[in-house]
Structure formats: C-alpha cells, structure tokens
C-alpha cells in the first residue's frame, strides 16, 4: 500500500500556469506506474497523464500540447506542468499509484484543487 500527497494546486486566471507535485510514501515508486486524474463538480472522474515505470508518458487529448507529466524516482514524486490553463481545467487533481503489471490501483491521493477563472 501506497500513500500518495497532492499539493500545488490554487487559484489562477485563464493563460497562467500551475504545477502540481504528489509525493509517494509506503510504496516502492520505481514499481509503479503513475498518473493523473481530475474530477470537475457534475462530472466523472477523467484521466488526465500517466508516466509509466518504463518513463513511457502519455496525455489526455484535452491536455495534450499543454500539460507535462514527469516523475523524480529518488524524491517519490511525480509533477504535473500545466500551461495555458482553460476555466475547463478547473477540478480536483488526484495523483494514482498502479501496478503495470496487474492495472491495480495500489493507492490514491485525496486530491488538490485547481480553479481557472475566465
């Protein structure tokens, strides 16, 4: 078991940039791959970036061109850049620790909120 930590989030105006860090503990990182989710208010959960153990990385179309996900195996922790940020960006981020070899989900950070005003 895994215990994941968001933090960065915040309020900003369209066009500015944030950058989100979840720091893992518990867990053996390097065994996992990592992603990103988001969940807006009256919407499902979507996915959003991932970076495999393999360093393997891929994006969400709603993102792509403008988010930038990488991991830091000595710190436990992976970022999420985001640039460019739209009002429909606004949600929660979570970080997510699984397993590549199963798709198990080994943990989840209890979130950190981004808000994008127009």
């Known amino acids: 078991q895994v215990q994941l930590i968001e933090s960065g989030g915040g309020s900003v105006q369209a066009g500015d940039s944030l950058k989100l860090s979840c720091v893992a503990s518990?867990?053996?990182?390097?065994?996992?791959?990592m992603e990103w989710f988001r969940q807006a208010p009256g919407l499902q959960r979507e996915w959003v970036a991932g970076?495999?153990?393999?360093?393997?990385?891929d994006y969400a179309d709603s993102v792509k061109g403008r988010f930038a996900i990488s991991r830091d195996n000595a710190e436990n922790t992976i970022y999420l850049q985001m640039n460019s940020l739209k009002p429909e960006d606004t949600a929660v981020y979570y970080c997510?620790?699984?397993?590549?070899?199963?798709?198990?989900?080994?943990?989840w950070g209890r979130g950190t909120q981004v808000t994008v005003s127009s």
């Open positions: 970076v495999a153990k393999s360093g393997n990385i």
């Open positions: 518990g867990g053996t990182f390097t065994s996992y791959d």
């Open positions: 997510a620790a699984k397993f590549a070899w199963s798709g198990y989900y080994d943990g």
